[in-house]
């Protein structure tokens, strides 16, 4: 909070608070959730980039991260579960002067949405993708995803997960994504600048931020919120322009943080353009 | 380069003329996924959209050509996708966004056999039902059906209309057999085509709520970067567009995306009356199937028998007060479609035993012939 020095409590406005449609607080993130963190360095990101607010819209999917969308003071759409990036693309390329930021949660954008996020990214879309990756569906009270570690405990996975997790950054540096990062939410600083630069190149951007879930995924896995907040601390190594074959998550052997792929590529539009509507 | 309107008469396909009729409309914006028999809407959307600006993209699947559409609409264009039977399957819980946030667009199927893959190259008109409730929850939709290509390029503008109108989603429901088949078509001059587009919004922007409704029960609807601050989504919402999830907002949503329907029902229905005055049996048909009836309604009069037909140019809303009025005059009607009886169950419905109802049917594949029809006419004389 920073206030004003003389005002009372009740007067003091937040910095973000603009941004914010404050008419809708309280939110629904529980206490220790990491999402609301990733979401203020969104908004913080979207002023300090200096873009058009007013022409900058964020789309989010289905799931707790899914929410962010309602929060924000912008014009923002909540889809349905996986099809955020569709849906931003038609908005994209209905109006090429938005800017368009998707934010969503790791099961909307990989699982059930996973195939809209390769076309995206091989089209090239200049458009940010924010995943909140908190290895869990959050919002369903839960279950198995396509990023939870092997042998995590979820709802439909009891006994532990027998399956391999996605390493988001290798997918989206294949698919052809311009700018890659990834960042935990305690890495407020580094996120902030990274989602900053995402917003003012063109292309398709993507930023995985990894986020505590203590509902759904510490209690499982006996994890409490500072024990996770601890392993994005001491089991992190940030090495920017990493291999991106190198990137599973997997705190046992290090997570490897930092910005990985930034190339230039022409744009989805600009392809159009050239191609079918040179007369 | 061609313009939007291509007047002039030209001898196209099905297919080609509904493309040149959301030309016509103002369509800017195209996603979709190639399927048989809609992929020549699409292919020729492909070539014509670019040609005044606008943008056509293939999706990686109908989902996303759904949801494609459904987000340059709000981005403020006129928008639509084309697809068949598997295709509109796979649209149906965007349906449900669309029809929820309450966003204009328009969706073509070309329908083919079913169910599954069925028979990809032959014509049936077996998605009627799944036109009217195929996504989840209860809602009111506009579906209307052409049975030519002169009239699949005049509904295809119809289509845009509506929808824009009443910012709801809009079903053209054609079929393989029109969609391939090559006619005459009459593009008018441009100034001769009535377009509409969705209300906007005036007045301050800080007042603005997004779902208030105006005096016939449409909101104005603002795009995304005209400075309202929208918040669209799909679970339930008040006037506002902010999620509630009480049994009030509920009712009150739920009510306004059918009320504003319901209570327009007649501006929205349209129906063709050929000998109705005197008929003691009366021909119900809709799309290709509406061919075959006219046919067949002549084939009986010239042998002196009272026939009459109603063509159903809207699916739905039904014409249910019509079919009910006609019940207090007519013997029977005969509704003529290629299923096992969808519309003529809602033709029986309407009726409430009033007067008998017949069906003439098959599983599709290919047309119903006007013997056929003829047949039943004979048999229930
Ligand atoms: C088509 C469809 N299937 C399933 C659901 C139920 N559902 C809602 S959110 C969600 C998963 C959310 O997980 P994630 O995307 O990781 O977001 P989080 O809640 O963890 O932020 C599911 C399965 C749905 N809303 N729609
Ligand atoms: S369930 Fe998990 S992801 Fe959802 S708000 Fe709670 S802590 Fe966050």
Known sequence: MVAKADSTPSEQVHPLDHLIRTDRIPHIWCTGCGIGTVFSSCLKAMISSGIDLEKTCMVSGIGCTGRGAGYLNLDSFHTTHGRAIPFATGLKLGNPNLNVIVFSGDGDLFAIGGNHFIHGARRNIDMTVICVNNLIYGMTGGQVAATTPVNAKTTTTQSGNPDAPFNLPLMAWASGATYVARWTMLHIRELTACIEKALTRSGFSFIEVLAPCPTNYGRRNREKSLETLRLYRDKTIIKNNADPSELDVDFQKGVILGEFVDRERPTCIENYDRTCRAF | MRPAVLTGEHYITGDEACAEGAMAAGCMFFGGYPITPATEVAEHMSVRLPEVGGTFIQMEDEIAAMASIIGASWAGQKSMTSTSGPGFSLMMENIGLAVCTETPCVVVNVQRAGPSTGLPTMGAQGDMMQARWGSHGHYEIIALSPSSGQEIFNQTITAFNLSEKYRVPVLLMTDEVIGHMSEKVVIPNASEIRTISRPKPKGRKDRFKLYQPAENGVAPMP??????????????????????????????????????????????????????????????????????????????????????????NTIWPFAEEKIAELAQRARAFITVEINYGQIHLEVMRSATGRADCHLVGHAGGTVITPEQVMAKIKEIY
Do not use: C, W
Request: glycine share 8%; no cysteine; hydrophobic share 40%.
């Open chain 2, 223 to 312: 795009s995304a970067g005209d400075g309202y601050k929208i918040h669209v989504t799909g679970l339930t919402h008040d006037e506002r567009g902010y999620p509630v999830m009480t049994v009030e907002a509920q009712a009150e949503m739920t009510d306004r995306i059918v009320r504003k329907i319901r209570d327009n029902r007649h501006d929205i229905i349209m129906t063709d009356s050929y000998n109705l005055e005197d008929a003691e049996i009366i021909l119900v048909s809709y799309g290709i199937s509406a061919r075959t009836s006219l046919a067949a309604m002549h084939m009986a009069r010239s042998s002196g028998m009272k026939v009459g037909f109603l063509k159903l």
